[in-house]
């Protein structure tokens, strides 16, 4: 069973930083992509940052780019999300994923939620002007 945990919301001010954990087990994939998402009050989820099991390779979402970094340590199985610079409107409920990487499918395709089958619970940030 494919199981997500996020962990690191909070609340902060704008300016300030914050780093999202997601604890990832289960995985059968043999190349797989975790992704952050994140969903704000009355809009949809979007794609924040994507990261490969193949080769590493990244996707950010020009929002977020210069601001957040996606990593992952494999021998803790989990992926970060380093966020700097925070912003009010960076403010939203952030979700991690993990499905296969299709071949051929570049890892910004993966910033489409509908790509992925397996979520975690959800972490909230909030960032106060």
């Known amino acids: 069973e494919v199981q997500l945990v996020e962990s690191g919301g909070g609340l902060v001010q704008a300016g300030g930083s914050l780093r999202l954990a997601c604890a990832v087990s289960?995985?059968?994939?043999?190349?797989?992509?975790i992704g952050w998402f994140r969903q704000a009050p009355g809009k949809e989820r979007e794609g924040v940052s994507c990261?490969?099991?193949?080769?590493?390779?990244?996707y950010y979402a020009d929002s977020v780019k210069g601001r957040f970094t996606i990593s992952s340590d494999n021998a803790k199985n989990t992926v970060y999300l380093q966020m700097n610079s925070l912003k009010p409107e960076d403010t939203a409920v952030y979700y991690c994923?993990?499905?296969?990487?299709?071949?051929?499918?570049?890892?910004?395709?993966?910033?489409?939620?509908?790509?992925?089958?397996?979520w975690g619970q959800g972490t909230q940030v909030t960032v106060s002007a």
């Open positions: 994923a993990a499905d296969t990487l299709w071949p051929g499918v570049t890892i910004a395709t993966m910033s489409d939620p509908r790509w992925f089958d397996y």
């Open positions: 289960g995985l059968t994939f043999d190349d797989y992509a």
């Open positions: 990261i490969s099991s193949k080769d590493g390779s990244t």
